[in-house]
């Protein structure tokens, strides 16, 4: 065998070598479990006040997604954050991996939590910190965009699941993802003749409390072991606001028409709670309150389903107010 096919077969041997090598490198590892998420929806994702048509709202993946995972081990816990490693082209599905933390040595519970908040926020869409199977619900700051991909962002799911593990390589698990609030849509007609301008916000004011509101005020807990909001630190309000904030971001034209959202969480229902319309100036001043098909009952708000309100404002006869609201059929 001369000299020159013997170098050959060496770079050929060196090749497969690498190959082993890398083939090696990427097989499963102990302590790292990847999983496959899913975000369930309810039967029937679509409902509205009026009880008319409605369309759904779906939540999908994004290739920036974080889930907040906290391991349960007896008295022994653990976090993580798992990083998304791939979506699929229709956004419902993603595979995700995270690191079993090295104090886990054999079956635990996990409790998963996909937030997210707002940049000028810092202690809220998190996992709490003397206790991560309690998931800070995010905040909505006193002024943000009322447009839906600002209001979708503060969408919240999550997740528990009794898992087998024996300290070496994990099998995939999958993760059904379950919502925590729903989103409204609020299709706002102006019916005054002149431009609207002054509103910041519209209210859906009850006769009682109704609704998580996870304001400025605090946030909200939800206990991810007991599937239950933390007593006392609910927040619950006697409206849901809908900020519109038209002088900063721009009003409604006569006779125009504009879609505001936002992401809710709702309370237990209350059979015969009335919900009023109210608007607010950016003084919190009451300038319009709601005209004479301006009320209605509450529905059993339910998570994960998108609500279609259609608002009419026209000018009030009421001297102590400018404005006057309808609830009207979503056309």
Same mark, same amino acid.
């Given at each position: 065998?001369? $000299?020159?096919?013997?170098?050959?077969?060496?770079?050929?041997?060196?090749?497969? &070598?690498?190959?082993?090598?890398?083939?090696?490198?990427?097989?499963?590892?102990?302590?790292?479990?990847?999983?496959?998420?899913?975000?369930?929806?309810?039967?029937?994702?679509?409902?509205?006040?009026?009880?008319?048509?409605?369309?759904?709202?779906?939540?999908?993946?994004?290739?920036?997604?974080?889930?907040?995972?906290?391991?349960?081990?007896?008295?022994?816990?653990?976090?993580?954050? @798992?990083?998304?490693?791939?979506?699929?082209?229709?956004?419902?599905?993603?595979?995700?991996?995270?690191?079993?933390?090295?104090? =886990?040595?054999?079956?635990?519970?996990? $409790?998963?939590?996909?937030?997210?908040?707002?940049?000028?926020?810092?202690?809220?869409?998190?996992?709490? @910190?003397?206790?991560?199977?309690?998931?800070?619900?995010?905040?909505?700051?006193?002024?943000?965009?009322?447009?839906?991909?600002?209001?979708?962002?503060?969408?919240?799911?999550?997740?528990?699941?009794?898992?087998?593990?024996?300290?070496?390589?994990?099998?995939?698990? #999958?993760? &059904?993802?379950?919502? !925590?609030? @729903?989103?409204?849509?609020?299709?706002?007609?102006?019916?005054?003749?002149?431009?609207?301008?002054? =509103?910041?916000?519209?209210? !859906?004011?009850?006769?009682?409390?109704?609704?998580?509101?996870? &304001?400025?005020?605090?946030?909200?807990?939800?206990?991810?072991?007991?599937?239950?909001?933390?007593?006392?630190?609910?927040?619950?309000?006697? @409206?849901?606001?809908?900020?519109?904030?038209?002088?900063?971001?721009?009003?409604?034209?006569?006779?125009?028409?504009?879609?505001?959202?936002?992401?809710?969480?709702?309370?237990?229902?209350?059979?015969?709670?009335?919900?009023?319309?109210?608007?607010?100036?950016?003084?919190?001043?009451?300038?319009?309150?709601?005209?004479?098909?301006? #009320?209605?009952?509450? =529905?059993?708000?339910?998570?994960?389903?998108?609500?279609?309100? &259609?608002?009419?404002?026209?000018? #009030?006869?009421?001297?102590?107010?400018?404005?006057?609201?309808?609830?009207?059929?979503?056309?």
């Amino acid at each position: 065998m001369n $000299y020159k096919l013997l170098l050959i077969l060496a770079a050929v041997a060196l090749i497969f &070598a690498g190959c082993a090598k890398n083939e090696l490198t990427e097989q499963p590892q102990p302590r790292v479990m990847r999983f496959t998420a899913t975000v369930e929806e309810p039967a029937d994702t679509r409902a509205t006040l009026e009880e008319t048509d409605a369309g759904a709202i779906r939540f999908k993946w994004e290739t920036t997604d974080v889930v907040q995972m906290a391991f349960v081990q007896g008295d022994t816990k653990k976090t993580a954050n @798992a990083a998304v490693t791939s979506v699929s082209a229709d956004g419902r599905t993603a595979q995700f991996s995270v690191k079993v933390p090295d104090e =886990i040595t054999g079956d635990f519970t996990l $409790y998963a939590y996909r937030s997210s908040r707002y940049d000028d926020s810092s202690t809220d869409g998190v996992l709490l @910190a003397t206790d991560p199977t309690i998931a800070v619900l995010p905040e909505v700051p006193w002024e943000y965009l009322a447009t839906f991909k600002h209001q979708s962002k503060l969408v919240s799911v999550w997740c528990k699941k009794d898992i087998t593990y024996s300290g070496g390589v994990l099998p995939d698990v #999958s993760l &059904a993802f379950q919502h !925590l609030g @729903a989103m409204m849509t609020v299709k706002v007609k102006n019916s005054t003749g002149v431009e609207v301008m002054d =509103i910041f916000s519209i209210r !859906l004011k009850g006769t009682k409390y109704w609704v998580f509101n996870h &304001a400025w005020i605090g946030t909200a807990q939800f206990n991810m072991a007991t599937g239950s909001y933390v007593t006392g630190e609910e927040l619950k309000n006697i @409206a849901l606001e809908i900020r519109t904030n038209m002088t900063r971001y721009g009003g409604i034209a006569a006779g125009e028409t504009k879609n505001y959202y936002t992401w809710f969480v709702p309370a237990p229902y209350t059979e015969g709670n009335a919900i009023a319309l109210e608007a607010e100036n950016s003084s919190r001043n009451v300038i319009g309150t709601a005209g004479p098909s301006g #009320s209605k009952n509450q =529905i059993d708000f339910q998570p994960g389903k998108n609500y279609r309100v &259609a608002v009419d404002i026209i000018t #009030s006869t009421d001297p102590e107010y400018k404005y006057a609201l309808n609830f009207v059929p979503w056309e």
